[in-house]
């Protein structure tokens, strides 16, 4: 039979307990809660920090956007997609992370292939990545023809050893995230644009899970230094879907003139940019909201049991390592038992043997619903 792999590697990965399957979540999400096949969870695998989806002002801006734009922008940017709607959206991204040019996407995913692409060209340029980056920073760094290296986990030491004996190539590019999905622990921020300067290298971050929580307003890794390029998401805590980078005037022209993965695209729904607008304006405004997870995260933490491996992290997001995937997955059933939904992250999107629960404190939770995600997991796992 054609394409015999697909039934070997579907059987190798139930084998080793990391086969995955779509669940359909049945309504809209509200307060923290979701329903699957009609029972209802308390929610901590959702990317929604600062609870604003389904938000009333934002899903007022998005009919409004529907009535003045559409819904589809029914064509690429380059040709009669770029709607009004879109560069509004470029200028208050702009002005709020104080940077000259924004471009805009359908995905993180796409904008991270785009950059990659784009700066490694040739390969006299050269990548240096930290090793949890994200899968598509990966993609994007080995899919060019760049000179790509790794180096340990926020090790700034092993970094500027790597930049040091980078040779006199001018195309150096440092890529991190600026909080890690899987960890939840924040990079170096300020240290790698300190190092990234003094090698004329430029700094890259995938902010996707920075941006809206990290900062006095909601601004992200640009909060703590000067980013030369970012990358983020706006289908997280922005809640609502697509990515932008920021940029220079001339990586900007660039982009737009021979990134095939910006110039072959629909762009973004200008309904969804007008609604993304106003997220960003709430985001700026309502800073009780990232005091909420501060507060959350902080109480979770005091109520775990010591034998309970939290990793320490300042984000919504706290990785609970397990390791064995099966006993991983098992510790996930026994949750949802208790009404508790907490998907369990295992190979390859992390290590082997790291396998955990990936818990995200959002706004939209409160002290009981904390409490009780605790006590659940005490009696799960201690």
């Known amino acids: ?53 389904n938000h009333l002002a934002i899903n007022k801006a998005l009919q409004e956007g529907a009535d003045k734009f559409g819904v589809c922008s029914s064509s690429s940017s380059l040709v009669t997609g770029y709607h009004y709607a879109h560069q509004a959206l470029e200028e208050d991204i ?63 030491e ?16 440092v890529a991190s995230e600026g909080v890690f999905s899987m960890d939840g622990c924040q990079a170096k921020v300020s240290d790698l644009a300190t190092l990234a300067k003094s090698h004329q290298a430029w700094l890259y971050l995938d902010d996707a899970h920075s ?31 697509g990515a932008f980078l920021t940029c220079n005037d001339e990586l900007h022209d660039y982009l737009v003139n021979f990134s095939r993965h910006y110039i072959y695209s629909t762009a973004m729904s200008p309904a969804m940019a007008w609604a993304s607008r106003k997220s960003i304006e709430l985001i700026q405004k309502e800073q009780w909201r990232r005091d909420k997870i501060t507060e959350l995260s902080a109480l979770f ?59 995200t404190i959002c706004s939209n939770h409160n002290t009981k619903d904390i409490k009780y995600l605790a006590e659940c997991i005490n009696k799960a796992i201690a």
């Open 1 to 53: 039979m054609a394409f015999d792999f697909i039934r070997t590697d579907l059987d190798e990965q139930k084998s080793k307990s990391r086969y995955r399957q779509l669940v359909c979540n049945h309504v809209v999400e509200q307060d923290g809660y979701i329903k699957v096949n009609g029972k209802t969870y308390l929610n901590f695998s959702s990317n929604d920090y600062l609870g604003l989806n």
């Open 211 to 241: 941006i809206g929580v990290i900062g006095d307003k909601g601004q992200g890794s640009n909060w703590l230094a000067d980013i030369d390029i970012t990358m983020a998401t706006l289908g997280k805590a922005v809640a609502t879907s």
């Open 301 to 359: 933490s005091d109520l775990l049991a010591p034998q309970v491996e939290l990793v320490t992290t300042q984000s919504s997001i706290h990785a609970i390592i397990i390791g064995d995937e099966e006993k991983t997955i098992r510790v996930s059933e026994q949750l949802k038992k208790q009404g508790v939904w907490l998907t369990p992250i295992r190979p390859p999107t992390v290590a082997a043997n790291t396998s955990r629960l990936r818990v």
């Open 94 to 156: 702009c002005q709020w992370l104080d940077k000259p040019k924004c471009l805009l996407f359908s995905s993180g995913y796409s904008a991270n292939l785009a950059l990659f692409h784009a700066l490694g060209k040739s390969d006299n340029s050269q990548f240096f990545l930290d090793k949890l980056s994200h899968a598509s920073m990966i993609d994007g760094a080995y899919q060019s023809k760049a000179k790509v290296k790794r180096f340990n986990h926020n090790n700034i």
């Open 158 to 173: 092993q970094l500027t050893k790597l930049l040091t004996n980078s040779g006199t190539s001018a195309n150096k590019l």
